[in-house]
């Protein structure tokens, strides 16, 4: 089994209300809810390394190459990529080919962890499982569903991803 590193890059999963503009933005004090998501599932064994909190559609490649060196980097061999769900198959198609011997696996979330009855708790569980034993690739996790690369793709209209 995959010893696991979930690499955070913001997206929903991580987004908190903001009083002042009555959105959707990051915490002020720059902090990821990915520890405290793993905390309440009891999962104490994943590593957590905050690269960047960024809103994906403002994602450029420079963001998805950081990405994959933090993957290279990585010493352990399942990757769980904390995304938003915006372009999160655009990174995954970007990451493929680039990882080479790792299983990586990107997850996020629809609504933000920090306002209850969100998804993410659900897809990141799915994730880490997935990272300890999918083969090396690049995959992504979302709506109780695996889906390769090539495949992962949001579905807007219906707020979930399909195949």
């Known amino acids: 089994m995959n010893d696991v590193r979930i690499i955070v890059t913001g997206g929903t999963i991580d987004k908190v209300h903001d009083a002042k503009s009555e959105g959707l933005a990051f915490a002020q004090d720059g902090s990821t809810h990915i520890p405290e998501v793993l905390r309440i599932g009891r999962c104490h064994f994943p590593v957590v390394e905050l690269l960047m909190l960024k809103d994906s559609l403002l994602f450029e490649d420079a963001d998805r190459e ?41 997850t996020g979330a629809m609504r933000p962890f920090s306002l ?44 979930r991803f399909d195949v």
């Open 66 to 106: 950081a990405i994959a060196e933090a993957i290279d980097r990585a010493a352990e061999d399942g990757i769980v990529v904390t995304h938003g769900t915006g372009t999160m198959g655009e990174t995954a198609r970007f990451l493929e080919g680039r990882t080479p011997g790792k299983t990586v696996v990107l």
């Open 116 to 159: 209850f009855a969100s998804d993410g708790e659900f897809n990141l569980g799915g994730a880490v499982i997935a990272a300890q034993t999918l083969d090396p690739g690049v995959w992504g996790v979302m709506n109780g569903r695996v889906f390769p690369a090539a495949m992962l793709e949001k579905n807007t209209e219906q707020g």
